[in-house]
């Protein structure tokens, strides 16, 4: 069981925008720590997509997209392609545990 | 450009012990505070440990605490995993990461390609 949850699997058309939550509490996103997101392309690893909630490295296509509300957060991809199909995890703080922790992921599938 | 390779990961008996090392090249290792976090077979992320730019401060998941130590060696850019009394849960892709920051919650990037840890008799 994840601290961070998210939903196990999401699906769109190619062109189309998804979104992917993750929920937190309040000893994490609720707790003000930032949010982070990852791709995670098969047999590869995980790769950053999003920053600080809402920000993107040099790269990473304007496409993704990421905001923070509360104790959740959520990673918005439009204009979905092929490629987009795969892994992604989101990541925080916890200051319960006094740890970084991961959602479970969710997987993408391009219909 | 910035690179982690890690290595050291392999077949071990349930209790045995395995040090995982990662060598870092393309920035200055020194400056930096890294991680090490482990992806069981088919499963999710799981943060495992995590080190500051000295080594001064270190930081462990429940489920690993007592048994693994983290470490560094700043003049070798290399940072290291020590593993003990190993057990079949950890049988994991163990990938070492940069943590950055800015302001708030780290994050992890880059990623080494990471280093296969099983455990099993």
Redesign the interface.
């Known amino acids: 069981q994840s601290v961070l949850t998210q939903p196990p699997s999401v699906s769109g058309a190619p062109g189309q925008r998804v979104t992917i939550s993750c929920t937190g509490s309040s000893s994490n996103i609720g707790a003000g720590y930032d949010v982070h997101w990852y791709q995670q392309l098969p047999g590869t690893a995980p790769k950053l997509l999003i920053y600080d909630n809402n920000n993107r490295p040099s790269g990473v296509p304007d496409r993704f997209s990421g905001s923070k509300s509360g104790t959740s957060a959520s990673l918005a991809i439009s204009g979905l392609q092929a490629e987009d199909e795969t892994d992604y995890y989101c990541q925080s703080y916890d200051s319960s545990l006094s740890a970084w922790v991961f959602g479970g992921g969710t997987k993408l599938t391009v219909l | 450009e910035v690179q982690l390779l890690e290595s050291g990961g392999g077949l071990v008996q349930p209790g045995g012990s395995l040090r995982l090392s990662c060598a870092a090249s393309g920035f200055t290792f020194s400056s930096s505070a890294m ?1 090490w ?1 482990r992806q069981a077979p088919g499963k ?4 495992v440990s ?1 080190i500051s730019r000295t080594g001064g401060g270190t ?1 462990y ?2 489920s690993v605490k007592g048994r693994f130590t983290i470490s560094r060696d700043n003049s070798k850019n290399t940072l290291f995993l020590q593993m003990k009394f190993l057990r079949a849960e950890d049988t994991a892709m163990y ?1 070492c990461a940069k943590r ?1 920051r ?13 280093t296969l840890v099983t455990v099993s008799s």
């Open positions: 991680t976090v999710g992320l799981e943060w995590a930081y998941a429940d990938y950055a800015s302001t708030g919650t780290d994050w992890f990037d880059p990623w080494g390609q990471g």
